[in-house]
């Protein structure tokens, strides 16, 4: 059994955007991000130590065919993980670990 999954709300906030924003482009290709998402998730959530530490307690977990990166926190106590963001990487990196 996987760790459960628990979405920050600017990670939802995030996600929801970036949906939008290919379905926007080309009917169907939101879909097909949220495929590759819930894969990566799916993957983190069997093995949350599949990405590497990055900073302080976060993980960056890179999205297959889009330029997305899932940042996360593995609580291993709560079996737990937290999603902080759902990261575009031409965004300014300073901003990756921040929960605002």
Do not use: C
């Not at 926007?24 to 093995?47: P, T």
């Not at 759902?86 to 990196?93: L, Y």
């Amino acid at each position: 059994m996987g760790n459960k999954i628990i979405f920050a709300p600017l990670a939802s906030k995030e996600l929801d955007e970036a949906y939008d924003w290919y379905e926007e482009r080309s009917l169907g290709l939101g879909d097909n991000f949220l495929d590759v998402l819930d894969k990566a998730f799916e993957l983190i959530s069997a093995n949350p130590l599949v990405a590497p530490l990055t900073k302080q307690k976060y993980r960056d977990k890179v999205i297959d065919g889009f330029p997305y990166i899932v940042v996360y926190e593995f609580k291993k106590s709560e079996d737990a993980i937290y999603i902080i963001h759902i990261f575009h990487t031409s965004r300014n990196p300073k901003l990756k670990y921040r929960q605002k």
